[in-house]
């Protein structure tokens, strides 16, 4: 036993410095930003930073704005088997730690599927969180499939709720976060959405025709919070797991969000999410996906994405093994190629006038998106 414990502790130590020796790689500890070692310290660049986690097929999203201010949207997965080094949160950890982030400030919980909220409990052990958000009760029975496992799952988050060492806060569509440093609008919350579009909305939206309905879903991804982040002139969109029949009341026939730069893409790829409907509608200029190497990334999702009229490069966490070469993108835009995992992330650099850049976690490569 204590041979296992002092071999995770071990793995532990050494998947946080793989990924602090890559961020130094990628020079993160370049210019104004190489002081940002507290969990407040600004960023003078006026860059929000945000990394995509590897939580393999999961979602974990650390936005860090200049001021230091930190929001962690979902958790990953849990690691029962591994509870001195749990996989998940330990990677979400060694991010907060090169990101300069000693407090999660605000940790949103898009919904309670176990590859969202189920890392939530061991992270909450590694780094501290000032404040919960969340679309209230769990809806999932155990008769609909997983529903065992995450009914577990928001069990165990009241339970870190109960401890009563943070806030707590559900919300529902049309609330705006209490985030200072950017704008994060609630545009779906509970299986409802936003009544009115907005501001950058409003316009018929003339994809609704390609995207017939598909069966309905009935689970906890029909009920994720989806935010529309709002820095400077940039616009990020992270709709968790919302599912193609819950994209339409968002999106037909009146296309309430309006166009995007970056597209977190919904449901890891999954084809039960991003139905043109929505994806022309935002027309992205930039799409992450958080997508494993045998969950998501679908071929149908990746040509939707590919298709759409703005976009200049597709992102993904792993390289789609499921797919052909045809259906994944160049290797340099892939955090994880096939073969033994690294956990390497991307990260996404926002700036208020427009620009951004995405650096690949494995290579170090940067490429940087002019503002339009
Ligand atoms: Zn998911």
């Known amino acids: ?63 860090v704005a200049p001021t230091g201010e930190s929001l962690l949207v979902d958790t990953g997965s849990p690691d029962p088997r591994n509870p001195a080094a749990p996989r998940d949160a330990s990677r979400i950890a060694a991010v907060c730690k090169l990101a300069g982030v000693t407090k999660i400030d605000n940790l949103v919980v898009t919904h309670y599927h176990s590859d969202h909220v189920g890392g939530l409990p061991q992270l909450v052990g590694m780094v501290p969180v000032g404040r919960f958000i969340d679309h209230g009760v769990n809806r999932e029975t155990a008769e609909v499939q997983g529903g065992a496992s995450t009914i577990a799952g928001y069990e165990a988050y009241q339970k870190v709720l109960a401890d009563g060492h943070a806030e707590h806060l559900t919300v529902k569509p049309g609330d705006v976060l209490p985030v200072k440093a950017m704008r994060v609008e609630v545009v779906s919350g509970d299986g409802e959405v936003i009544s009115k579009p907005l501001a950058a909305g409003g316009e018929q939206n003339p994809y609704c025709a390609a995207s017939p309905l598909k069966e309905a879903e009935g689970t906890e991804n029909d009920r994720s919070l989806g935010l529309a982040i709002t820095f400077g002139k940039l616009r990020i969109l992270d709709l968790g797991d919302l599912t193609w029949n819950k994209e339409r009341p968002l999106m037909c026939p009146v296309d309430k969000l309006g166009k995007v730069d970056v597209y977190i893409v919904s449901h890891h790829g999954l084809v039960n999410s991003g139905s043109p409907a929505l994806v022309d509608a935002i027309a992205p200029r930039v799409a992450i996906e958080d997508n494993g190497p045998r969950k998501g990334g679908a071929p149908a999702t990746f040509e939707t994405i590919e298709g759409s009229s703005r976009l200049k490069d597709l992102w993904q966490l792993h390289t789609a093994e499921g797919s052909d070469a045809k259906h994944n993108v160049a290797e340099s835009r892939i955090a994880n190629l096939p073969g033994p995992d690294a956990g390497n992330y991307l990260k996404l650099t926002a700036r208020m006038d427009g620009s951004l850049a995405v650096t690949n976690g494995r290579t170090g490569e940067t490429v940087e998106y002019p503002a339009p």
């Open 1 to 63: 036993m204590r041979i296992g414990k002092l071999w995770s502790v071990g793995l532990a130590v050494v998947l946080a410095l793989g990924v602090a020796a890559r961020a130094q790689g990628t020079g993160e500890h370049r210019g104004p930003t190489s002081g940002a070692q507290s969990g407040r310290s600004a960023n003078g660049g006026g860059e929000l930073r945000v990394y995509f986690v590897d939580v393999e097929g999961g979602q974990s999203t650390l936005f």
